[in-house]
């Protein structure tokens, strides 16, 4: 069974810089996609940015020119980086990977991202 376990969320004041790492182990097959969501409280879960294993990449608008995803296949690990965080950023950061043939999602666990003077 595929795992995910993040890391690197914590408290960043406005304009700041954070980066998540996200450890996926198990049975991995490509093609695949890793990725993040986010969800602040009282709102749906949203998707942040996907690294696909062919090397393409897809970002939501708010993340345009801010966050940068990237994965190293070598260490089944996929990145987060996040520059000029706003007060809206603030939420529940999830690693997301979804296995393309069999269409199967596995989620982490969770990361707090608080962004706040």
């Known amino acids: 069974q595929v795992q995910l376990v993040e890391s690197g969320g914590g408290l960043v004041q406005p304009g700041g810089s954070l980066e998540l790492s996200c450890a996926v182990s198990?049975?991995?097959?490509?093609?695949?996609?890793m990725g993040w969501y986010r969800q602040a409280p009282g709102e749906q879960r949203e998707s942040v940015a996907a690294?696909?294993?062919?090397?393409?990449?897809t970002y939501a608008e708010f993340a345009k020119g801010r966050f940068t995803i990237s994965r190293d296949n070598s260490r089944a690990t996929v990145y987060l980086q996040m520059t000029d965080l706003k007060p809206e950023d603030t939420a529940i950061y999830y690693c997301?990977?979804?296995?393309?043939?069999?269409?199967?999602?596995?989620w982490g666990q969770g990361t707090q991202v608080t962004v706040s003077s």
């Open positions: 997301h990977f979804l296995d393309v043939k069999t269409m199967k999602n596995e």
């Open positions: 198990g049975p991995i097959f490509t093609p695949n996609t």
């Open positions: 690294a696909r294993s062919n090397g393409g990449t």
